[in-house]
T-cell receptor
Framework: NAGVTQTPKFQVLKTGQSMTLQCAQDMNHNSMYWYRQDPGMGLRLIYYSASEGTTDKGEVPNGYNVSRLNKREFSLRLESAAPSQTSVYFC??????????????FGSGTQLSVL | QKEVEQNSGPLSVPEGAIASLNCTYSDRGSQSFFWYRQYSGKSPELIMFIYSNGDKEDGRFTAQLNKASQYVSLLIRDSQPSDSATYLCAVKRGGSNYKLTFGKGTLLTVNP
């Protein structure tokens, strides 16, 4: 059981370049999330998808777009990368979405550096 | 601004001691409270959740919640070097429209 799979694990971009982070889950979860984690800032929600066909902004959506391709896959796109987007990105999915004991399952993360 | 506050640490305890990790939150509408553990360079994993006032025990871990004081804590008994990690507190309002808000985490080091 693979859980949540993210690719790539590492990426270096130049300012202005674009890229897409891929995420797939095999747990049949409805909800999927993209977080970024910066030193001293904790985990911050970028975008989420409560169910297939829907996406919504989180705390820090500027500079990002997302696509919920199907129930399994949720991608994050940086159209024009900026140094401020240097971070570790985590994809997550959840069961019991909206319930009191909703649990997040995280992917292994993508370490992105923008030069 | 809904906030979740944690002491960033590092919190250092000797092996076998009790580690006490604390978290306060500002949103009185918060209903669910979670502790995630994150090893260095790894992703977070859920270790405990609690939504009723009082204590909840799971093995060596005890979560404590006091909604009146807006305070949640995690106690780790008989701490082991393998418990050395960053512990993230997260809170959530009830309902499908609300998402987790994470604290910045507390780094725990258990010394052999």
């Amino acid at each position: 059981n693979a859980g949540v799979t993210q690719t790539p694990k590492f990426q270096v971009l130049k300012t202005g370049q674009s890229m897409t982070l891929q995420c797939a889950q095999d747990m049949n979860h409805n909800s999927m999330y993209w977080y970024r984690q910066d030193p001293g800032m904790g985990l911050r929600l970028i975008y989420y998808s409560a169910s297939e066909g829907t996406t919504d902004k989180g705390e820090v959506p500027n500079g990002y777009n997302v696509s919920r391709l199907n129930k399994r896959e949720f991608s994050l796109r940086l159209e024009s990368a900026a140094p401020s987007q240097t971070s570790v990105y985590f994809c997550a999915s959840s069961d019991l979405q909206g319930e009191t004991n909703e649990k997040l399952f995280f992917g292994s993360g993508t370490q992105l550096s923008v030069l | 601004q809904k906030e979740v506050e944690q002491n960033s640490g590092p919190l250092s305890v000797p092996e076998g001691a009790i580690a006490s990790l604390n978290c306060t939150y500002s949103d009185r509408g918060s209903q669910s409270f979670f502790w995630y553990r994150q090893y260095s360079g790894k992703s977070p994993e859920l270790i405990m959740f609690i939504y009723s006032n009082g204590d909840k025990e799971d093995g060596r871990f005890t979560a404590q919640l006091n909604k009146a004081s807006q305070y949640v804590s995690l106690l780790i008994r008989d701490s082991q070097p393998s418990d050395s990690a960053t512990y993230l507190c997260a809170v959530k309002r009830g309902g499908s429209n609300y998402k987790l808000t994470f604290g910045k985490g507390t780094l725990l080091t258990v010394n052999p």
